[in-house]
């Protein structure tokens, strides 16, 4: 009976506003290259020391979760990925080759250019 409780508190309009707007704020910080989600939780901290604990927890998971989802913007449309989680976005068409050191010494190979 507790999770529907809690479930059901969460989805109060109260905590629906505090996680809409940190996925707003974290997706901005998240979309500036260099800026990790832990760092974007860490200087959007201050405005959860005045709210209900669990909103203002709610709130700094939904900065952490924007600031995935917003570090991958700037991987995709520039290609230069602002945070480690969204490296995976870039495609490897970029990479010329990707050789094991058995493959890049295999005689008769070209080299790259």
């Known amino acids: ?9 969460l989805l109060s309009p109260q905590y629906l506003l ?24 860490t200087l959007l901290l201050p405005f959860t020391y005045g709210m209900d604990p669990a909103a203002g927890i ?21 290609g230069t990925p602002g945070t480690p ?4 976005t870039i495609p490897l068409l970029r990479i010329p080759e990707i050789l094991s050191p058995r493959e890049a010494s295999a005689p008769g190979r070209k080299p790259l250019q």
């Open 1 to 9: 009976m507790g999770v529907i409780t809690a479930l059901g508190e």
């Open 18 to 41: 505090m996680m809409i707007a940190g996925t707003m704020g974290g997706i901005m910080i998240g979309a500036m290259p260099g800026l990790t989600s832990v760092m974007g939780v």
């Open 58 to 78: 709610s709130m700094l998971l939904a900065i952490s979760f924007g600031a995935i989802y917003g570090g991958s913007i700037t991987a995709i449309l520039i």
């Open 85 to 88: 989680a969204s490296a995976a």
